[in-house]
C-alpha cells in the first residue's frame, strides 16, 4: 500500500492550496479515505473524510473552507483549500483508516505573509 501526497507549499492569508493523494496497493473505491494534519507541537487532528460512497465530514474549524473529493479511477483523493489561516499550518497527511491503517508522508502547508 502506497499513499503519496501532494500539493503543499507557502501560501499567503486568503489563499488556496490543493492537496493530493495518489493511493495504490488497495482497492481503492471501496474505502474511505481521511486528511489529517498536525501543527507544531500539537497532536495530530482529522481535518476531513469522505466515505467510500463520497460522504464528506470536516473538522469545525474547516468547515466552509476546505473541500475533500476523491476521484476514483485516478485512485486519488483530494483536500481543496481556500480561505486559508495562519492556524491552517501544519503537516497533512493522507489516510486510509482501518485494521491496518496507512499512512503517506505528510506535505506541508504553511500559511504565512
Known amino acids: 500500500v502506497q499513499l503519496q501526497a501532494s500539493g503543499g507549499g507557502l501560501v499567503q492569508p486568503g489563499g488556496s492550496l490543493r492537496l493530493s493523494c495518489a493511493a495504490s496497493?488497495?482497492?481503492?473505491?471501496?474505502?474511505?479515505m481521511r486528511w489529517y494534519r498536525q501543527a507544531p507541537g500539537k497532536q495530530r487532528e482529522l481535518v476531513a473524510s469522505?466515505?467510500?460512497?463520497?460522504?464528506?465530514n470536516y473538522t469545525d474549524s474547516v468547515k466552509g473552507r476546505f473541500t475533500i473529493s476523491r476521484d476514483n479511477v485516478k485512485r486519488t483523493v483530494h483536500l481543496q483549500m481556500n480561505s486559508l489561516k495562519a492556524e491552517d499550518t501544519a503537516v497533512y497527511y493522507c489516510?486510509?483508516?482501518?485494521?491496518?491503517?496507512?499512512w503517506g508522508k505528510g506535505t506541508l502547508v504553511t500559511v504565512s505573509s
Open positions: 489516510n486510509r483508516p482501518g485494521d491496518p491503517a496507512y
Open positions: 496497493g488497495f482497492i481503492f473505491r471501496l474505502n474511505a
Open positions: 469522505i466515505s467510500s460512497g463520497g460522504i464528506a
